[in-house]
């Protein structure tokens, strides 16, 4: 079995400042992670993924995310914030066996807005 | 360049009335998906298909079919719509490997009165 909390669901942040979107995760398998970005009235973009290579991943827009197996989290940074950054965020946890093969189970999303 | 088309876009139905969602991707991908998104849960996984000529159920599959009518196409059947089911639909594809990611449409907003 698999799951996924994100840590808030609504976070506020300035232009030009620290962007932190918590995910934790539990799998009874190796996991392979995702974070994917929604636009209001929009599809999910996949934004980065993490498939046991390097543990710090680095994806579009600016955003990276850092693999850390002792704490079960993989979350999403981005070191400042742009407008175009407000969104929803999902972070998602696919396994690699058992009975949840390549099925994506996905956190309960964080909306990011950010201040002028 | 496509990727996975949804239709209808918006849906209004009434209590009892059925219908069905069509998603379309043109990557060639084995597995496809169907979930459905509503404020504060995410996306849940209604059905799924592996590759051509097989389905199984996701988490919420009450009340739910599907078809996957050959490679490119997965369908979603409400038989009798109910006001619980109104949500946001999506459909997705990938290769059948668990570390591809799924690449999504744009969604069919459904709404029951």
């Known amino acids: 079995a698999q799951s996924v909390t994100q840590l808030g669901s609504h976070v506020s942040v300035s232009e030009g400042a620290l962007v932190l979107l918590r995910c934790n995760y539990s799998?009874?398998?190796?996991?392979?992670l995702f974070w994917y970005v929604q636009y209001p009235n929009q599809g999910l973009q996949l934004l980065l993924k993490y498939t046991s290579a390097a543990t710090l991943v680095k994806g579009i827009n600016g955003f990276e995310a850092e693999f850390k197996k002792s704490e079960t989290s993989f979350h999403l940074t981005k070191p400042s914030a742009h407008m175009s950054d407000a969104a929803e965020y999902f972070c998602?946890?696919?396994?690699?066996?058992?009975?949840?093969?390549?099925?994506?189970?996905f956190g309960q999303g964080t909306i990011l807005t950010v201040h002028p | 360049n496509a990727g996975v088309t949804q239709t209808p876009k918006f849906q209004v139905l009434k209590t009892g009335q059925s219908m069905t969602l069509q998603c379309a991707q043109d990557m060639n991908h084995n597995s496809m998906y169907w979930y459905r998104q509503d404020p504060g849960m995410g996306l849940r996984l209604i059905y799924y298909s592996a590759s051509e000529g097989t389905t199984d159920k996701g988490e919420v599959p009450n009340g739910y079919n599907v078809s996957r009518l050959n490679k490119r196409e997965f369908s979603l059947r409400l038989e009798s719509a109910a006001p619980s089911q109104t949500s946001v639909y999506f459909c997705?594809?990938?290769?059948?490997?668990?570390?591809?990611?799924?690449?999504f449409g744009d969604g069919t907003r459904l709404s029951i009165l």
């Open positions: 997705a594809s990938s290769e059948a490997d668990s570390n591809q990611p799924q690449h």
């Open positions: 998602a946890v696919s396994a690699l066996g058992g009975t949840s093969y390549g099925k994506l189970t």
């Open positions: 799998s009874s398998v190796p996991p392979y």
